[in-house]
């Protein structure tokens, strides 16, 4: 398991810019494909963007595709998420997430750790 802890969130107006961070422990943390998710009142937990254990590939929900990026420096142990164009309906508690997987997941149960989540709240 590893211990994650995300940080960057805020209050940003419609069309804005926010960029999270997750700090990863542990000296296995290269070998963790990692995954942001979020949660708005009243819904779903949903997958939001994904990065291999290596970072050579990304993939990313429809609803993000071309103004989120999600990226990784493992030398850090840390995962990005840059958002951009941000809209009303991205706000949300992000969570950030590792999965033991060569794949691509998108499921969250395939994710055995979690950080505590940090509020992104975009106004119109």
């Known amino acids: 398991q590893v211990q994650l802890v995300e940080s960057g969130g805020g209050l940003v107006q419609a069309g804005g810019s926010l960029r999270l961070s997750c700090a990863g422990s542990?000296?296995?943390?290269?070998?963790?494909?990692m995954g942001w998710f979020r949660q708005a009142p009243g819904k779903e937990r949903e997958f939001v963007a994904g990065i291999t254990w290596g970072g050579g590939m990304t993939y990313y929900a429809d609803s993000v595709k071309g103004r989120f990026t999600i990226s990784r420096d493992n030398a850090k142990n840390t995962v990005y998420l840059q958002m951009n164009s941000l809209k009303p309906e991205d706000t949300a508690v992000y969570y950030c997430?590792?999965?033991?997987?060569?794949?691509?997941?998108?499921?969250?149960?395939?994710?055995?750790?979690w950080g505590q989540g940090t509020q992104v709240t975009v106004s119109s």
């Open positions: 997430a590792a999965a033991r997987d060569y794949g691509f997941p998108r499921e969250g149960t395939r994710f055995g750790s």
């Open positions: 542990g000296r296995t943390f290269s070998l963790y494909a």
